[in-house]
């Protein structure tokens, strides 16, 4: 069930076909946003995740560690969601400095060009 402004536009169904997605690193900056939105707001999804991510670790720990120390998988999924969403603000911020970059080259090669246009006309 979808309520307005409690829940993100993005439904359970494709929210939860995004988890496997989310494991693999694959989601592009908006999608990450989406089901990162929608998963905090979202008990069932959020059950989902945690199932997919403790499976995940768990075989993870059993290929890299042998010492029977148990991890606190909770706490790890909630670190690795406020890493997600550090990726998404430097992702963002890098495609700002881009675009600002870009403006900036922009000016300087046309003021560079008009220099160039008016010196070379006193030169006649
Ligand atoms: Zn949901």
Known sequence: MIRRGQISELDCRTAESMVARYMNHTLKTDEMEE????????????????????VNKVTQQLDEQEDGSVLDFQK?????????RRNIHKRRGIQFAGGILTVILTVVLV?????IFFEIKHFW
């Open 76 to 84: 790890l999924l909630e670190q690795d969601i406020r890493r997600a």
């Open 111 to 115: 003021v560079f060009f008009i220099f």
């Open 35 to 54: 089901f990162l939105d929608h998963i905090e707001h979202c008990p069932s999804c959020y059950d989902e995740l945690e199932t997919y991510f403790i």
